[in-house]
């Protein structure tokens, strides 16, 4: 294996661990809160903090929870199977003998399981953007446009001047 290909691995080992021990820390705490109620409107805190942000009348909100009561139950049902897998990857590093395939064959699944987030996401501002007015529908592109970035850093790249921010300001002018 040459030198580049082994700090792959720890590299990929390294972030695995920070991975798991978030999920953990995630796990721990939501144990320690009241569980969520199903029949409650507000799966998540999102829909309530977006009400505001758009102004959405109470019919527009009602419509999008709506919506996104499966998205949602989805949503949760991908992070279990990701918390889930990563689980057994833990169990496997911890194991006497690792199996490097067995492990890699994880992180595979880990990562179809992220896009299947993606995906949910992406379907979740869809139902947004679906009730919004032109008005609303400018405001929500400028808060996902705030969303994606950190004080004025490229959220994918970490660089301050990142040439993709161009493309962003394009789209501001459309």
């Not at 939501?30 to 109620?37: F, G, L, W």
């Not at 959405?56 to 999008?64: A, D, G, R, S």
């Not at 499966?70 to 689980?87: A, G, H, T």
């Not at 199996?99 to 179809?112: E, H, V």
Request: aromatic content about 8%.
């Amino acid at each position: 294996m040459s030198k580049k290909q082994r700090i792959i691995n720890w590299l990929s080992i390294f972030l695995l661990v920070i991975n798991i021990s978030a999920f953990t820390t995630l796990l721990l705490m939501n144990s320690k809160s009241d569980p969520i109620d199903s029949n409650s409107t507000e799966h998540f805190k999102s829909n309530e903090f977006l009400k505001e942000a758009l102004n959405l009348t109470e019919e527009q909100y009602k419509e999008v929870s709506s919506m996104d009561h499966k998205i949602f139950r989805v949503y949760q049902n991908i992070l279990d199977m990701q918390c889930e897998s990563n689980f057994k990857i833990l169990e496997e590093l911890c194991s006497e003998q690792p199996n490097m395939q067995y492990m890699d064959s994880l992180a595979k699944q880990i990562g179809n399981l992220h896009t299947g987030l993606k995906r949910q996401t992406i379907k979740h501002f869809m139902n947004i953007r679906s009730v919004c007015t032109e008005e609303q529908s400018h405001l929500l592109d400028k808060l996902i446009k705030d969303m994606m970035e950190l004080d004025d850093q490229c959220k994918y790249c970490n660089k301050k001047y990142c040439s993709r921010r161009e493309s962003l300001k394009k789209l501001d002018e459309k």
